[in-house]
């Protein structure tokens, strides 16, 4: 079994920036990709970045720019830095730890994220 708990949400002012945490702990597999995906109210869970075990990282147009995530594989650990915050990104953040095409797949419960003035 795997355990992801996140940590870093709350409210912040547009412009403003955020740095999520997400560690794991249990069976992790040594080769997995880990990532940061987002559901607001009425739309659907969207990937907002993920990086791969060697480091590669990718991100939607949406948070391109803004968005950086990275990794401490020694801690288990993903971080997702957020600037220059939008009203828009205001969702709930959930960490995810996979390995494909392995059924090796979990998500953290999810951090509120409120981009408000």
């Known amino acids: 079994q795997v355990q992801l708990v996140e940590s870093g949400g709350g409210l912040v002012q547009p412009g403003g920036s955020l740095r999520l945490s997400c560690a794991a702990s249990g069976n992790i597999l040594r080769i997995n990709r880990m990532g940061w995906y987002r559901q607001a109210p009425g739309k659907q869970r969207e990937l907002v970045a993920y990086?791969?075990?060697?480091?590669?990282?990718s991100y939607p147009d949406s948070v391109k720019g803004r968005f950086t995530i990275s990794r401490d594989n020694a801690k288990n650990t993903v971080y997702l830095q957020m600037n220059s915050l939008k009203p828009e990104d205001t969702a709930v953040y959930y960490c995810?730890?996979?390995?494909?095409?392995?059924?090796?797949?979990?998500w953290g419960q999810g951090t509120q994220v409120t981009v408000s003035s």
């Open positions: 995810r730890l996979w390995s494909p095409p392995s059924s090796f797949d979990y």
């Open positions: 990086i791969t075990p060697g480091g590669s990282t």
